[in-house]
């Protein structure tokens, strides 16, 4: 299942629905006509995911076995606005240097347990939304990024029951300020700045994924290939990332976990070859079976 949160440009109302291909489904409207229930916005599944995935399920099932026509329920992506998966998450984590090529990319040393720091929702960013460039932002850089979205409330919990707490993963993409970054042994600020964490288009949930832990990762930068990977390359597992910060904080619904950047970031460039990303400039991430994040900057 792959869940989308949006409006149209008709409507300031919030919407959940379902990637259809190269369209969403309206699920609401469906089920509204096979007289069925379904969580009405992002933060209504989220309060009983496994139940509110049940009830799509439902209906989708129901509308095959009454023959209704799912197309004439279908919103082409063209026509709406994206909005963050998740709008008001209690955390957002994020792992450094979790990718061997890119330690070794960077100069970094080997770290012997997951590097976690924070970004706050005021970094949350959606799918095809412009991303203004501060003034004073001038050394930005793009991280391509499988990020998990917690489903289930855990704390403390071992590396093989991990999965069991995860609804499902998306794409994002990490910007960093990278002088501010390094300004002090704190990565906060150089990580916080406003959008500078766009997740999307969709939370595809875990059912859907064969082997997270190989995934193709891309990011191109106004059509140029700039970071071409695996999650195999990751360094610390998401089983492990997740068992890993549960053991410091309870996980609960909505919280979003970047799982770091594969080598190919602008840092890892020869000082004289560092082109930050300026205004104009289209970063694409895509990983395999989550898709495709776009965004522009202004």
């Known amino acids: 299942m792959k869940l989308v949160r949006y409006k149209?440009?008709?409507t300031s109302e919030e919407h959940l629905g379902l990637e259809w291909e190269n369209d969403v489904l309206d699920i609401l409207r469906l089920s509204r006509h096979l007289n069925t229930s379904v969580p009405h916005t992002m933060d209504d599944l989220l309060e009983n995911s496994t139940h509110s995935i049940n009830q799509i399920d439902e209906t989708l099932d129901r509308a095959e076995n009454l023959s209704v026509k799912t197309n004439n329920y279908l919103i082409p992506a063209s026509e709406l606005?994206?909005?963050p998966l998740i709008m008001r998450?209690?955390?957002i984590l994020c792992v450094g240097m979790n990718y061997v090529e890119h330690i070794k990319a960077t100069g970094g040393e080997v770290p012997t347990s997951p590097v976690f720091f924070n970004k706050f929702s005021n970094t949350l960013a959606a799918h095809r939304q412009t991303i203004p460039l501060q003034a004073n932002a001038q050394h930005a850089d793009y991280e391509a990024e499988l990020v998990i979205v917690i489903g289930k409330e855990v704390n403390n919990v071992c590396e093989k029951n991990a999965e069991d707490a995860i609804l499902g993963y998306t794409v994002g993409n990490d910007l960093s300020e990278r002088a501010f970054q390094f300004q002090s042994s704190q990565w906060l600020i150089g990580k916080s700045m406003d959008h500078f964490a766009p997740i999307g288009?969709?939370?595809?949930t875990k059912n859907e994924i064969k082997s997270v832990q190989d995934l193709t990762i891309e990011t191109r930068r106004n059509g140029n290939l700039v970071q071409n990977s695996s999650t195999s390359d990751m360094l610390f597992s998401v089983a492990k990332i997740v068992s890993e910060a549960s053991q410091y904080m309870t996980l609960k619904p909505g919280d979003l976990i970047f799982t770091g950047t594969p080598r190919g970031v602008i840092l890892e460039q020869p000082k004289d070859k560092q082109?930050?990303?300026k205004a104009g400039d289209q970063i694409?991430?895509?990983?395999e079976s989550l898709g495709t994040l776009s965004n522009t900057f202004i």
Do not use: C, F, M, N
């Not at 288009?201 to 595809?204: D, K, N, R, S, T």
């Not at 694409?284 to 990983?287: A, L």
């Open 81 to 83: 606005i994206y909005l």
């Open 284 to 287: 694409e991430i895509s990983i």
């Open 275 to 277: 082109k930050w990303l």
């Open 201 to 204: 288009p969709a939370l595809v």
């Open 8 to 10: 149209t440009r008709e």
């Open 89 to 91: 998450p209690e955390k």
